[in-house]
């Protein structure tokens, strides 16, 4: 049996799954696929195609599509939201304006920018993606801001907020709609935080 038939059956090469930055590479392959393409068109060829490696080397690594797209967004999207501290930092009338400042913030960071778009083009069509955004933003997120709340519905208030910021990330983000795509960020911050403070703290 050759070397090249053990490497098609799912065996990498040793040169290959001993390099130290082949794992990063696969990652940062699958963000940029699943960014561009959504979960449901992306193909782990397409990601070793992409990375330079032999698609067993991904299955070496990560298993199936759904574990590759699990780790590549979580890598970096999940510490993002796990300490917030700053959303909590002050005054319960201003927790509006740093909850928008923080999200549109992961927004603008071109690390954290990839992935979030992977998610939320993939959750739209495919629910693998659609339950990795709602583990990511209401278990690590959403729960923090309404317990912060105190209020009977504050899980409602706070997935009202986040409804709010998502719907204008999308639009500027994915859809790119102008003027609001261009839009100095900050503008946006001090146009949006009113109505995230009344989802949050209103009547």
């Excluded at 959403?142 to 504050?154: K, M, S």
């Amino acid at each position: 049996m050759t070397d090249e038939t053990v490497r098609r059956r799912g065996r990498p090469r040793r040169t290959e799954a001993g390099s130290a930055d082949t794992r990063d590479r696969i990652l940062a392959a699958a963000r940029e696929e699943f960014s561009e393409r959504g979960y449901e068109k992306t193909s782990v060829r397409g990601i070793a195609k992409t990375a330079g490696v032999d698609p067993a080397l991904v299955h070496h690594y990560f298993g199936t599509k759904e574990q590759v797209f699990q780790a590549a967004v979580e890598t970096v999207f999940a510490p993002a939201l796990s300490a917030p501290d700053v959303i909590f930092e002050g005054p319960d009338d201003e927790i509006g304006e740093r909850f928008a400042r923080f999200l549109f913030g992961v927004w603008e960071n071109p690390v954290t920018r990839t992935p979030l778009l992977a998610v939320l083009r993939s959750a739209f069509t495919n629910e693998i993606a659609a339950a990795v955004f709602r583990r990511l933003i209401a278990g690590q997120l959403l729960r923090r801001v309404a317990g912060r709340l105190g209020l009977p519905d504050a899980e409602l208030r706070a997935e009202l907020a986040a409804a709010q910021l998502v719907g204008v990330a999308v639009m500027r983000y994915v859809i790119k709609l102008e003027p609001l795509a261009s839009t100095d960020v900050e503008v946006i911050v001090k146009r949006v935080a009113p109505v995230v403070q009344g989802h949050l703290t209103g009547p």
